[in-house]
Structure formats: structure tokens, C-alpha cells
């Protein structure tokens, strides 16, 4: 196993390699700060001009700008409550907060920290476990999926601010919308209202930009003048954090790489979930507990260490099993063909340079994105002090390129314009909407395990009781669940911030 | 005066002709868009795959751009409407045209709208079970789904899709039942059955499934096509084991929008022809476990579709499978 992983460094290494990881993760790192322009959207775009560089060069940097977008993804999350995709939504939550009181520069180094520990944790897993790893995330079937997803839906009430009934009122809304789309048996469009575009649902990258995005540039310019608190100017570019915070963000970042690595290799994507995951075993079990979301450095790392470890152990079962566990996967599969190899059982037989040189450039990518990004911070910061009427008008420029980017269709920013009305009632209202995104996202998934559960067993709901690692999650869910219903009981909840 | 004026006039339509000629030359090779109605990904490489030797034998550059939804209809509608000047064509699956009519009682394209081009490639469906089963043959998978009516799981990733029709047409010519659990996609099918959440699937022939037989994980018990495939010779055909109608395939094809002229519509045809003779794309076919096909003019493509069309309207009025909105 060592020999096989230093011969993969060795390739991982050379200078051809070496530069495809390279403007990888730049590209990555780029793409991820821009809400909207998403990793496939570009790795499509690029993979033609990777055909000339071989399958391994051009797999490192496709690999390169997939993780390297969620270092970047965190960065307008902090910055201006924008995040980009599903895993910058929670580290939004408490990293946004720690922009508002100045400390966005800390933010960010924790988030960049984190997610490098994690990334070096999470490939070292791949590499001594990944062909387990894989056989093992096949014992997920469907009736496992759907209690994982039930229990992250309940889950999520910890998340909101508001009160039970309110969370309730915004899971149902948001397992609406997770409907609207094909369905998975007849493949008819559901609540498309006729509209071709909303025949395959609607799009994560909308409605998290007028969810919060929008909603934040709405609120920050209708809040009367001088109500606002502005970032001091004179807070120091570059940040030192203190040994204090890093200590206290070692042990978030470990149990958010645990959960991460676990969730990222469950095929059909357990990584979504894996920051949201990760956020709520913190907000249990961490310290300093009334301080999240407020601006709890724990609240960053957790997440952000989730969600990278959960990209690196994505690629498990591509390499192990071939099978894509999400969208990006599926581009890499077709890179990889287009090059000429095909990922199978056997990938790391038949191919070992190709197999543990990608385990190896991965680990290469975390260290160049560390690199490149803990100094980027006092750029970031630089950008965070200006008053955020004068950053709305780029921000929502990004916004409507990103959303234009998704399908390259304006229907994707009028969708960001209805949800952008939608976040305003709520903030009227004083709703949190965290309920309604997590729904939203694993309504979907949620319903076709469900559907494929109780198709598989003609009906019968024991099937989720009488198979062990279900009903090992039923019971373990069924634990964390009564405790949350007890603290809620104990504290009341504050409703807003 | 007369000679200076014309000399004049001669230069100042030198200079317009020159003006002009790039204009001219620019229209001619303006880069031919070529729409694959799937995401990036499987199947989309054997587009990619494709559109690069195409843009080779054709002469022009070609934009590939993927239009995903509503399973390759998205992407139809929007050639299908388009105008028919050789600059928008579709890289689709045949199922499209061959079977989708029949199959979805509401399409949001209309096939009548398409013409076909040429032929891509061929691709071959096999009859796989888990090796838990305990079956090694078709009659053996037959008997046990006669003992057990309804228990053998079938996870279905594309209801309607062309292996799910061709399942639907061994169970109906067999006898049996089965019980049909919808799940999201090819992949979700394949982790289904290796996790023992499935029992039976009929999957597109690759390297993937190759690997899994050689392991032992699955087992193939025949495949759909006339003859044995080349790289599985051991695997014997629907018609060896007892069900010569079940001579199916899939395949990949170029289509335009209606009204093509017929000089465009030879030039790209005699294109496609160049692109399935080429050894490099033979080659690639190959090695994914494809084939090119014998097709080599748009009208030989046209007769191809309609006889494809023939088969699979067969199947579904003889299986009744029919997606209403």
C-alpha cells in the first residue's frame, strides 16, 4: 500500500501534473467564489481541452477544480451570505455572522484551515480504505437511505431559530418544492405548470441565491440608514487567530471530517448532508453552545471540514465501484472515458499509476489550495470592510451571471427573483428559511428511497425495521431526536438574531 | 477623367471585395452547434467522442452544448424548432424517435420534426443478474420468476427507457412477473443490484459491467443482439437461449431539423459515413463495447429509424407500457 502510494506521488509530482493540479484548483478556487458558476459547469466547459494532456493530467485537473470550488464556495458564504452551493449554506450561518463583527479574516482562515486538515484526513481514508469504503456504501439501499434522509430532514428543526411549529410549516414547503419535477417511476413532469424548464425540478443554485443572497442585499438596503452596523474599517488586514480559537476549532474540524468522509461515500450523494450534519452534531456536543449563530469559529470549521472531506471521499465510488455518486462524478466518468479508461471494480488493478496518483494529486491540491488561500485572506478582508452597499451592486451582477450559468437560460434568474420575494416575506415575517432549504434538498432523494423502500417490499413497512443497518439508524436517530425535543422543551428558543 | 475615375472605382472595389471576403469566408465556417440533450457524462461521451471526428472529417469547428431534460426532450424541442440551415443539429439516443413515441403519450418535442442524418453508433444491452440469484442461465432466471411470481426485484432506472422495454418484453414473452421498483438512473440500478437490493437489470454493454463479470459480482446471463459479442464470446444471445425475437439494440444517431436541404443534408450525411469508417473512432467504439454500424447514407438512415421504430412499437403495444402525463 505504501509503495503504491509513493509511486502515486511520484506521478502526482511531475511537473505536468503538478501544473494541471495547479490550474485546477485556481480555476476551482475561482469558480467557487462566484455564486452560481458552479465545478460542472466549468469541468464541462474544460474538458475538451484536457484531451490532449492524457487521462491523468486531465483527471487531476478536473479533480483540482471540484474541491478547490469548495474552498471557494465558503468565501462569498462569509462574506456576503451568498452561498453558492448546498454545502456553503450552513457554513454561512455562523461564518456570515463572524464577518458582521469583523472577523471575517478569521472566518476564512479557519474555514481554509479546516478544510485542509480535513482533505489530508479524508484522502489518507481513501487511500488505506477506499475499496472497503466502497463495498460498504453498497449496503446502503434504498429503505437506509430514506431513514438517513428522514432523520437529516427532522434533524434540521435543531437548525432553526424559530419556533417548532414554524420549522414544521417549512419542511412541508420545502418538500413542495423538492416535487416539483420528473417523477421517478413515470418520469412525468410534476407541478411543472406545463414549462419545460421546471420539467426536471427546480435548481438548488436559484433558489439558495434568492433565499439568501438576494434576501441579504434586500434586508441590508431597506434597513433604515445608520441601523445597519458597518464593519470597522480599522480592523486589521491580516488576521491573527488566536491559539484560543484554533484550539477550540480542532476538535469541530475532526468530528466534521468523521462525518464528512463517512456521508461523501454513500453513492447518490451523501454529501450534501454532510456539512448540515456536521453543523448539528457541533451545535449538540460542542462547547460555547449559546454563541452559535452568533459567530461561532466552530460553526465554521465543522462544516467547512464536512464538506471537503465529503468531496474527497466522493470520488470512492467512482474509483472503487464505478458508479458517480453525484453530477460532477458522473462528468469525471465521462472524462475518463473520453480518455479511454474506464472506471470499474477493477480500476485499481488495472490501473494503479492513474488510481493512486489521483489518491496522491489530491492530497497536493489541499496543500496549494492552503497555500494560496490563507494569504488570499487579507484580500478578502480588504473587500469585507467596504459598506455593503457599495459590494450589492457586484454581488448581484454575480448572482444574475451565475444563475444565467446553470442552464444557460434566464428562467434560472427569474426563478432567483421569485425566491429572492419569497426570502423577503420571510424576513418580514421573521421566518428562517434553513428548514425550507434542507427539506428542499433531500425531499427529492428522500422520496425516491421511500417509493423504492416500499416498492421493494410490496408495501410492507417492516422492511425498515427488519434490515440491520436501518434499523441500527432508526435507533440512533430515534436517540438524537428525543434529546432535541427535550432541550427544546428546557430553552426557548430566541426567534431572530 | 474618365480613365481616373474608373481606375478609382476599380480600387474602391478592390478594397469592398476585400471588406467582404472574410465576412463571406466567416459565414460559411461559422462553428456548427451541436446540441446533446443529456448532462455531461455518460452518454454524453459517445456525443463528445463523436462531434471530435466529425469537426475533423467535416472541416468546420463544432460546439458541443449539453441541453439536459425531460430525459433528451429539452434538447429535441430546441433543434427541432430550429432553423433548418445545417447550423443546429442533435446527437441523440434513437430512443428518441424509435420508441419514446410510442411509449409517452405526451412528448414535449415532435419527432415528425426531426430528420435523420446518420448513424453514430450501435450500442448492445445484456441480461444481468446478481450472482445471489443462484442462476446461470436465462430458462434457470425464467423458472425461478415462475416459482416465485412477483418476488425477483427489477430496479427500473428509466421507466420507458429502452432496457426497461426490452425487460418488459422477456418477462411478457416468458410469462412472469416481477416486481418493478422505480429508481433514479442507471448508476442507482447498478448499486442496487451489487448491494443485493436487486435482482435482475438489463444493462448497457461497458467496461464497467465487463470488470463486475470478471469478478464474479454480477453475473451476464445473454445478451440482446443477433451474435455473440466479440469481447464476451462465452455470453450466449437472447436467441441461444430461447427468445429469438428479443434481437434489440440501442444506437446513437445525428439528426437536424426539418426542412434541411437535400445538398446540406448529403454533405453531412456523407460526413457521418466518414466519421463510422474512421479506424481511430472504430477503435474508440470498441473499447467501449460499441459498435459502428453499417449505415452510409442519410436515406439508409431514414429506412434504419423506421424499421427501429417498427420493433419498438411492437414491444410496447405488446407490453402495454405506457407513460401518461
Known sequence: MIEQLLVGFSAALSWTNFLFCFAGVVLGTMVGVLPGVGPLVTISVLLPFTYGAGPMAGIIMLAGIYYGAQYGGSTTAILVNMPGEASSVVTAIDGYQMARRGKAGQALAIAAVASFVAGTLAT?????????????????????????????????????????????????????????????????????????????????????????????????????AGSVAEIDPNIPVRPRLSGAELRASVAPTLRGTAIGSVLGVLPGGGAAIASFAAYL????????????????????????????????????????????????????????????????????????????????????????????????????VRLSRLPYRDL?????????????????????????ALFALLGWFFLRTGIDPITIMLAFVLGAPLEESLRASLTMSHGDLSVFVTRPVSVTLLLLGGVCLLLLIRSRGRSPRDSQT | MIAIHNSRRRVLGAIAAAIALPTIAKAS???????????????????????DQFAAKLGTQ?????????????????????????????????????????????LMYSPEQLVPIGLASE????????????????????????????????????????????????????????NDVPVRGGNAVLAATLGGNGDVFVGVASETLQ?????????????????????????????????????????YGLFGPKGLPDSLLKR??????????????????????????????????????????????????????????
Open chain 2, 62 to 106: 463544432i460546439v458541443v452544448e449539453n441541453k439536459a431534460g425531460a430525459g433528451g426532450g429539452v434538447g429535441a424541442d430546441l433543434v427541432a424548432r430550429s432553423q433548418p440551415d445545417g447550423e443546429t443539429l442533435l446527437f441523440a439516443a434513437g430512443s428518441l424517435v424509435g420508441s419514446n413515441p410510442y411509449v409517452f403519450t405526451k
Open chain 2, 29 to 51: 465556417s461559422r462553428p456548427l452547434r451541436m446540441v446533446i440533450p443529456y448532462p455531461p457524462g455518460p452518454p454524453d461521451t459517445f456525443g463528445r467522442l463523436f462531434a
Open chain 1, 124 to 224: 489518507l481514508l481513501v487511500a488505506l480504505f477506499g475499496l472497503s469504503l466502497g463495498r460498504l456504501a453498497l449496503s446502503f439501499g434504498p429503505p437506509e437511505y430514506a431513514i438517513l434522509l428522514v432523520l437529516g430532514i427532522c434533524a434540521s428543526i435543531g437548525l432553526s431559530r424559530g419556533p417548532l411549529l414554524q420549522s414544521l410549516g417549512g419542511i412541508c414547503i420545502g418538500l413542495l418544492l423538492a416535487c416539483v419535477g420528473a417523477d421517478v417511476a413515470t418520469g412525468s413532469p410534476r407541478l411543472a405548470f406545463g414549462l419545460p424548464e421546471l420539467a426536471d425540478g427546480l435548481g438548488l443554485v436559484p433558489v439558495a441565491l434568492g433565499l439568501y443572497g438576494v434576501t441579504e442585499a434586500i434586508r441590508v438596503l431597506s434597513a433604515p
Open chain 2, 211 to 251: 470488470q463486475y463479470y470478471n469478478e464474479g459480482r454480477l453475473v451476464p446471463l445473454a445478451v440482446f443482439s443477433k451474435e455473440r459479442l466479440a469481447q464476451m464470446p462465452a455470453v450466449p444471445t437472447m436467441g441461444e437461449s430461447g427468445f429469438p425475437g428479443l434481437a434489440l439494440l440501442g444506437y
Open chain 1, 281 to 380: 452534531v457541533e451545535r449538540r456536543t460542542g462547547t460555547r453552545r449559546e454563541l452559535f449563530g452568533h459567530g461561532n469559529p466552530a460553526g465554521v470549521a465543522a462544516p467547512e471540514a464536512a464538506n471537503n472531506a465529503a468531496a474527497q471521499t466522493s470520488f470512492v465510488p467512482l474509483l472503487a465501484l464505478g458508479i458517480p455518486a453525484n453530477a460532477v462524478m458522473a462528468l469525471m466518468l465521462g472524462a475518463l472515458m473520453i480518455h479511454g479508461v474506464v472506471p470499474g471494480p477493477q480500476l485499481a488493478d488495472l490501473q494503479p499509476t492513474l488510481f493512486w496518483g489521483l489518491i496522491a494529486s489530491m492530497w497536493v491540491g489541499n496543500a496549494i489550495l492552503l497555500v494560496l488561500n490563507l494569504p488570499l485572506v487579507g484580500l478578502w
Open chain 2, 123 to 178: 450500442v448492445n444491452f445484456i441480461l444481468t443478474v446478481r450472482p445471489g440469484l443462484g442462476v446461470k442461465t436465462v430458462s434457470a432466471l425464467v423458472d425461478l420468476m415462475r416459482r416465485e411470481p412477483g418476488r425477483i426485484i427489477y430496479p427500473n432506472g428509466g421507466p420507458g427507457s429502452l432496457p426497461h422495454l426490452a425487460f418488459a418484453d422477456f418477462a411478457h414473452g416468458a410469462g412472469v412477473k416481477y
Open chain 2, 268 to 325: 453531412l450525411g456523407e460526413a457521418v459515413a466518414q466519421v463510422s469508417a474512421d479506424p481511430g473512432y472504430r477503435a474508440r467504439l470498441t473499447s467501449l463495447y460499441a459498435t459502428p454500424g453499417s449505415v452510409s447514407t442519410p436515406g439508409e438512415f431514414a429506412s434504419y429509424v423506421k424499421a427501429d421504430q417498427a420493433i419498438w412499437s411492437a414491444i410496447v403495444s405488446r407490453t402495454g407500457i405506457r407513460i401518461t402525463e
Open chain 1, 392 to 416: 450589492v451592486h457586484a454581488v448581484m451582477i454575480c448572482t444574475c451571471v451565475g444563475a444565467f450559468s446553470v442552464n444557460t437560460s434566464g428562467f434560472e434568474v427569474a426563478l432567483v
